[in-house]
């Protein structure tokens, strides 16, 4: 049975950074795709970035481009969500997920693993 455990969550202010972490077990990590996505209250769940296996692909929303990467460490089996010049739009439950293949997929039912989701809030 796979596990993913979210970390790094938390209270910062806008224009702060956090790194979220997911450590995965229970397969092969490094043979799978992985990504981030996140849910406000009151919103649908969406994708926030992606990263394929062997990190040669990334892919990141447009609304994170360039404050946000999604980076992989296999001989950790963990996936990284560096998120930088965060904005309280950003303020969510952020989950991470492990696809059914090994290339960048932005669709959550392209995922069938995910983690119990770790809160991020940005105060303005």
């Known amino acids: 049975q796979v596990q993913l455990v979210e970390s790094g969550g938390g209270l910062v202010p806008a224009g702060g950074s956090l790194r979220l972490s997911c450590a995965a077990s229970?397969?092969?990590?490094?043979?799978?795709?992985m990504g981030w996505f996140r849910q406000a209250p009151g919103k649908e769940r969406e994708f926030v970035a992606a990263?394929?296996?062997?990190?040669?692909?990334?892919y990141h929303a447009d609304s994170v481009k360039g404050r946000f990467t999604i980076s992989r460490d296999d001989a950790k089996n963990t996936v990284y969500l560096q998120m930088n010049s965060l904005k309280p739009e950003d303020t969510a439950v952020y989950y991470c997920?492990?696809?059914?293949?090994?290339?960048?997929?932005?669709?959550?039912?392209?995922?069938?693993?995910w983690g119990q989701g770790t809160q991020v809030t940005v105060s303005s």
């Open positions: 997920a492990q696809a059914r293949t090994m290339m960048v997929v932005t669709r959550d039912g392209a995922y069938d693993y």
């Open positions: 990263i394929s296996r062997g990190s040669g692909r990334t």
């Open positions: 229970g397969r092969t990590f490094s043979n799978y795709a």
